[in-house]
């Protein structure tokens, strides 16, 4: 499916919701130089999500992964990009929030929904965070206090840090 954009440039939409995939998300997806969005929600996915999808910095700007059984810990380069959505609620995920998804001189993200994995830590700082709408890390391993920064998002409407 295509995508227009205000400047006539072509993405493309990567959706297999609730198609009962098994197997992992194949790294060579990042060879898709124009995809936009990225849903494998509620399938029976394992494995980790490719660090590859860092390759897609100027094009991607929402990852679902909803509803599998994905493990590992999110690369370091998904924290790179810049996403208006992170939506991985629901796997095995662990480690840490990558510091770099909040850490960028003016984020997007609008989005992260990554309650019932496996993370630990503390939660990281959110600078500059201007749009942030929902921040779910809800049943996770999280320790520590919330970062002040997060209570300053004006645009903030679920905050759901639960049972850490």
Known sequence: MKVESKNVISHYIFSARMSDLQGTIPSELAALSRL??????????????????????????????????????V??????????????????????IPPNLFGKQESSLVILEAANNKFSGTIPPVRRQR??????????????????????????????????
Do not use: C
Request: charged residues 15%; without cysteine.
């Open 75 to 96: 690369p370091m380069e998904v924290g790179e990009l810049n996403l208006r959505a992170l939506i991985i609620f629901d796997n095995l995920l662990s480690g840490e």
């Open 36 to 73: 936009a969005i990225l849903s494998f929600n509620t399938n029976s996915l394992v494995g980790t999500i490719p660090p590859e999808l860092g390759k897609l910095i100027d094009s991607i700007f929402w990852i679902s992964t909803f509803g599998n059984m994905l493990t590992g810990t």
């Open 131 to 164: 749009q942030i709408e929902y921040f779910t890390l809800d049943r996770n391993g999280h320790t520590g206090t919330l970062p002040p920064s997060l209570y300053a998002q004006p645009q903030l409407l679920e905050l759901n840090v639960g049972d850490n």
